[in-house]
Structures are given as C-alpha cells and as structure tokens.
C-alpha cells in the first residue's frame, strides 16, 4: 500500500475503501478506518454508502467498475452478499456470513472478522476460552460467530440459550453444541467459566436478565457483544463485581482485522477505542 504524501488528502492515487449497510448513518467504522489510514499515512480513503437490499447488486458492480479496493458489508447484507462475491474463507462459510471484501483484480474475496475481532478481544483482556465452559444467548448472526471463536478457541462445552429455543436447537445441531432450555440455564450457567449475551437481549429497556447473577461462580466472566447502552447483563454485573466486558473492544478489533486484511497492518486498537467513546457521547 503507497504512503500518503504528508499534508496532501485525496489526490488520483487514492485507494478507496467503503462500507455498505442499510441503514448506514450510524456507522462508527468511516471514522475509525480513516483515523487508522492517517495515522498509518496510507493514501486511502473510506466511504459509507447507505444501501437498500434490492440495489445491492448493482451497488457491488459499482464499487468494482469503481475501483474500489475493499468493502465492509454490515446488517441486512453481511448474508446475502455472498452469492456475489467469487470466493470466500473457510470461516465465512461456517458462519455464513461476510463482513469484509477485498477486490483485486476484478475478483471479490469475502472474509468474516466477527470471529476474529471476538478472538483478539478476549485474547487481548486475557480472557481464557481454550478448556473453559462457555454459555451464549443468542442464535443470529452474532452468536454464529462467537460460536465459531470459542469452537476455534478450543472451549472444553459450549451452552447456547436463545428466546426462541427452536433456532438455538438449530444452530446447536449445526454447530455440534448443547441447546438449553430456559428451565435448564440456571443449573448450566452455575457450572460455566464465561458467560457470553450474543442476543439483542438489552437492546430494549424492558429487557431482563434470563438468569439469576448469584449462581454464577465467583471467578465467571460475562462478555456482552452490546456496546452502546447498558444491559441487564452490565447492571447485574456490576452489581455483583463478576468481571464483565462491553462489546466495544470485539466492534474495533473486527475493523483492525479488516484493515489488516487490506494493508498487511494491525492499527492500534487503543486510539479507537477513545475515538469511539467519543462517537457515542
Ligand atoms: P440477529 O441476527 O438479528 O439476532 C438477534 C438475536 O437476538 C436472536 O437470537 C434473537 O432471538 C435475539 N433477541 C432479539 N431480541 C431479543 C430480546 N428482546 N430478548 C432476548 N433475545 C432477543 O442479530 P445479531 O447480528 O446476531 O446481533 C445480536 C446483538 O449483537 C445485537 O445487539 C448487535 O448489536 C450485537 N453485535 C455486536 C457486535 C460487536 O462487534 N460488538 C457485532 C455483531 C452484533 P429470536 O431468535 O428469539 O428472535
């Protein structure tokens, strides 16, 4: 990747990267990609463009007759980009889904960072999975993904609760985990090492917590993928001292594994971080 003239912006040689979502105003990444850009002095540029389901074809011709280099695909497209793109790794296709692409010579290549911006997260707070006992809530798209880390992380028993306990016996079919039900969380959270909300359980100030915090052991973690608002998950542990984690640090590290997809670096995760508590005050 060619370095940035210093003090020059964009110019013809400009590599230019985007996202595409539906809705897209939100976003956090067009700030954090292009801070990473400029304190690397890379000549890049990153866009959000707010794309509705029916234009996304047309949307993925675009970028490619364009030029682009590499795209962030987020909710509602992250599966069904798939049938356009020419490749796509091995974890992607366990997931099924695709955060990040990169073109090259005409040719997408889809990834998915979910699963490893989750790994990097938990790795770099020292949190164990490999012959731990984990418990997630949530069946979507999340959980398929922090399922795959903490199978790929080499967790000794993996629970998987959702609201609606039909699709977590699906994907724990799938996955070749243990569904539970709500009747049974208490007695498998009690055993569990890190507890892990992958739900939109939180999301709604009426939510609740789907199990009592004084059964968890002492020492579990509680890692909540929400990041914007506090939870049940958050006040309980909070309440309770058990260790406990937003999903901030599994958003950012999911972008720094794109960026290094794109430009063979790893940006420094601590100066997003402040940006991002910055971005949503
Ligand atoms: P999704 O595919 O739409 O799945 C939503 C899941 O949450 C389903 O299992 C659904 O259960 C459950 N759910 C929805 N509302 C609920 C409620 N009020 N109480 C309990 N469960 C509820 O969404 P997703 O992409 O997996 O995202 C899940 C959450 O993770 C979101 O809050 C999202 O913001 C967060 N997330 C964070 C990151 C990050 O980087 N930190 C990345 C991805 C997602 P049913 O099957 O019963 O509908």
Redesign the pocket.
Known sequence: MKRREKNLTINNETKLFAILGYPIKHSFSPLMQNAWFKKENLNCAYMSFETEPKKLKKTIEAVKVLGFCGINIT?PH?TSIMKFLDHTDKASKFIGSVNTIVIKNGRLCGYNT?HL??SADLISKNVKIKEKTVFI?????????VIYSAKSGGAKKIYLA???YK??AKLAKEFKIEAIRADDIPEKIAKSDLII????????K??TL?FKINILKEDAVIYD????KPTPFMKAAKEHKIKFY???G??IN?GACGFKIWTGIYPDVKSAIKLLNKFMR
Do not use: H, V
Request: charged share 20%.
């Open positions: 909710i992250k979910d911006g989750f809530f949530g069946a979507g798209g999340a959980a398929r993904a959702n609201r609606t699709t977590a909300n992958a739900s939109a359980c939180g999301m709604k009426t939510d789907p993928l929400i990041y914007n937003t999903g901030e599994m958003l999911q």
